[in-house]
């Protein structure tokens, strides 16, 4: 398991851009794949974008292609979420994930999660 820890969020305009980031604090980080996930009201957290461990995104909300792009360091332990032309209902909580294996937008198949860090979007 990672311990993960995302920074990055707060408030933005419509238009704007926001970079998160999500930090590994030990462990062989270049062996996971990574993943952004969104929390609004209620339980569930949607996946966003993912990244393998070879580097290969996924993305699996449709409002985010061309806008969010998702990066990773690996010497950094570091992954991001670069989010542009941000539109109020990107807004949320967003988890930063990882598992072992391949991209995959299933909220339980990752064993590794952060702690959030909140993105609001607003005039």
């Known amino acids: 398991q990672l311990q993960l820890v995302e920074s990055g969020g707060g408030l933005a305009q419509p238009g704007a851009s926001l970079l998160l980031s999500c930090t590994a604090s030990?462990?062989?980080?270049?062996?996971?794949?990574l993943a952004w996930f969104r929390q609004t009201p209620g339980p569930e957290r949607e996946p966003v974008l993912c990244?393998?461990?070879?580097?290969?995104?996924?993305v699996y909300e449709n409002s985010a292609k061309g806008r969010f792009t998702v990066s990773r360091d690996n010497a950094l332990k570091t992954a991001s979420l670069r989010m542009n032309n941000l539109k109020p209902e990107d807004a949320g909580k967003y988890y930063c994930?990882?598992?072992?294996?391949?991209?995959?937008?299933?909220?339980?198949?990752?064993?590794?999660w952060g702690q959030g860090t909140v993105v609001s979007v607003s005039a």
């Open positions: 030990d462990g062989p980080f270049d062996y996971y794949t």
């Open positions: 994930a990882a598992r072992l294996g391949e991209c995959t937008g299933w909220e339980s198949m990752f064993g590794s």
């Open positions: 990244i393998s461990n070879s580097g290969a995104p996924t």
